[in-house]
Each structure stands twice: as C-alpha cells, then as structure tokens.
C-alpha cells in the first residue's frame, strides 16, 4: 500500500516575497501541493479536469517509478520484469500507467519500443466496472498533448501499432478501424482510454456474469472479436468472514445457532436458511438482529450529526461519492415525490423511512 504526498521542490519565492508580493512568493508551492491537496477533484470546469489529469498522472507515475525502483533492487535488472510483477488497472483513472511504463522503459532505461511494448502487455490487466458511456474516461487530445505531450506520443504509437495490425486481419471492415480506434475522432478528437486499456492488456474482466456477457456483447463487441480470448469475469463480492462474521456478530449469532460456523468457509451454506423462512422463532431472530444493528448507526448518528432517527424506520441508504453519474439526484426527486404523496394522504399506511446518504 502506497499513500503519496506532492511536495513543492521550494517552500518560497523570496525574490517576490521581499518585493512585498506574499501571495505570489507561495503561489509556486500552493500550485505543486495541489495535485495531492484533495482526491478526485471536481472536474466540471476546465481547470479542474486539468488538475484531475495531473493528479492521475502524478499518482501512476508515482507507483509506476516505485515498482521499477523496488523490482531492481531486488533482481538487479529489468530483464525479467514481466515474470515477477503484475500491474492490474482498476477501471479507467490508472491507465495512464501504460504509457508511462513504455516511456520509462524507452526513455530511462534503454528499452526498444517492441521490447517495451511487449512487457507491458503481459504486465497489464484491466477490469471494466461499468457499461455507461458517461463514466469511462475520455481525455481531449489537446490537453493530453499540452500536460503529456510525450504520453500522447506514445499512445498515438501504440494505436498506430495496432491499427496496421487490425487492417491486415479485417483489410475489408474499414468502419472497424474507426471504432476500435484508441483516438476517437467523431468527438472533437479524445483519447478512449477503456479502449487502450483493453488493446494493451493481457487480460479483460467484468464484476459479474451478466456484466461481463453485456461487456462483450455490447461496449467492446469489436475486441471481443479481435481478442477472443483476452476476456474473462471475475464475479466481484465481499469475504463473508469481514463482512457478515466480523462486522455483524449478531446476524452471525443467529446463523451460527441454525446453520452452524461452516458458512464462513462455504457461503452456500446460506441457502439453508429457505428452510427456516416460515419458522418465526428464525424471523424474530434475524428480525432482532437487523434492529440491534439500525440501532447502532442510529446512535452513531446522533453522536457524530447530532440527528435523532427512528431505529424502527426502513433504513434507505445510498454510499457513493457525491458525483451527477452516481444519480444522487435521482434519489433526492424520489424522496420529495414521497414526501408529497404522504402530505396529499396522510392517513395512508405509509412505513417510516429513513434516507440516508453517504460518501
């Protein structure tokens, strides 16, 4: 686990700060630390996407230069890079680490582009979470070119590279070139970074089956077909031991007493339970446990918010970053549109809800 800091070269102008200019003689450092200064910065403006770029360029570089500088410590060459380590891209916002592993390898320790390139296709995995098109990271050209120019070089390379490829396997689909594409053109010229992900890579997953079928079926249909078996699913979840045995020990209480402790190594143990549905001994059981757990957020809700909630109320909870994608919005609408409905009958049997939004 690797947490990064940027920390400006030099604290103070003090050419400035003797002329009297204060705000100027930090303005340099301020700029430095802001990379660093708040994760995922908004970027509805034009300068905070620019500043969400440099801050995903300066953590994939970071970890990029760490991973080399730990790998030659201990083997002493970079010969045998692809055997002993495995760099996975958790969505799209650390993809810039393909080309900076290219340029790092080219430019700092005398790789050919080949030989390059070749290391980063069997280091690289990617996993997809999403099929929304308003969620996979596209950068303009224009700024790529004006922050990385040398990225953008390479990137133009690599798609180049594998544009000459595609057209002597498909000489006579010329609209697949166009899709495919790492640079798309019909949209004021962006780099697709989903897409050189998905080239570069050895590996491609989903976080479901159904996911991961609609991935291949729809979003990257075209590499489906060009890479027939570079795609794959790995089913996300949580450990049962973590997150039912540990963090609810009073569901777990209950599970222990009808199914025994071995659902912690065999989850579909927890099939069991249809069983038990119509025992009410089991319902009141989980029922109480479910309310001992709501009444621990509720108190630490009133600890931390100084709010008073009803433990009783159906619990209504959103965890996401607060983003327009994430449909907060959404969420907000539909609380009012219940609101009104209970002003217009309020002698309706309307069950108390709690909504709740976290980040």
């Not at 990271?137 to 004006?146: A, Q």
């Not at 010229?189 to 570069?200: E, I, K, N, Y």
Request: hydrophobic share 40%; charged share 25%.
């Amino acid at each position: 686990m690797r947490l990064w800091s940027a920390q400006a070269s030099s604290e103070i102008n003090l050419g400035k700060f003797n002329q009297g200019d204060y705000f100027a003689a930090v303005e340099d450092k301020n700029h430095s630390e802001n990379v660093s200064r708040v994760l995922y910065p908004d970027d509805s403006t034009y300068s905070g996407r620019e500043l969400r770029l440099r801050q995903e360029y300066f953590l994939v570089s970071s970890t990029i230069q760490d991973i080399l500088s730990r790998h030659y410590q201990l083997h002493k060459t970079y010969d045998n890079l692809a055997d002993k380590i495995a760099i996975h891209l958790n969505d799209t916002h650390p993809v810039l680490s393909i080309p900076e592993m290219m340029r790092l390898l080219i430019d700092e320790h005398q790789f050919s582009w080949d030989d390059a390139f070749e290391v980063c296709c069997q280091v690289f995995s990617y996993t997809n979470h999403t099929l929304m098109s308003e969620a996979l990271e596209t950068w303009p050209v224009d700024m790529l070119g004006k922050i990385l120019p040398r990225h953008l070089q390479i990137i133009f390379e690599i798609n180049d590279y594998f544009l000459k490829t595609l057209q002597e396997q498909y000489p006579n689909d010329t609209d697949l070139l166009g899709r495919a594409s790492i640079i798309d053109e019909s949209n004021g010229r962006r780099v697709r970074m989903a897409w050189l992900a998905v080239v570069v890579s050895h590996k491609v997953n989903g976080v479901s089956e159904l996911h991961s079928n609609l991935m291949v079926q729809s979003l990257f249909a075209d590499f489906a077909k060009i890479f027939p078996g570079r795609f794959t699913n790995v089913t996300n979840g949580v450990t049962p031991r973590r997150w039912l045995a540990v963090a609810n020990p009073s569901l777990s209480a209950v599970l222990d007493e009808h199914l025994g402790r071995n659902w912690r190594t065999d989850l579909s143990l927890l099939n069991e339970l249809q069983q038990h549905c119509d025992f009410p001994m089991v319902n009141h059981a989980v029922h109480q446990a479910k309310l001992e757990n709501k009444k621990r957020l509720a108190e630490y809700i009133a600890q931390q918010l100084n709010v008073v909630v009803n433990p009783k109320a159906l619990f209504d909870v959103q965890i996401k970053r607060i983003h327009e994608y994430k449909r907060q919005l959404m969420n907000v609408l539909h609380v009012i549109t219940r609101y009104n409905r209970i002003k217009a009958d309020p002698d309706a049997k309307w069950v108390p809800r709690g909504e709740y939004f976290w980040r």
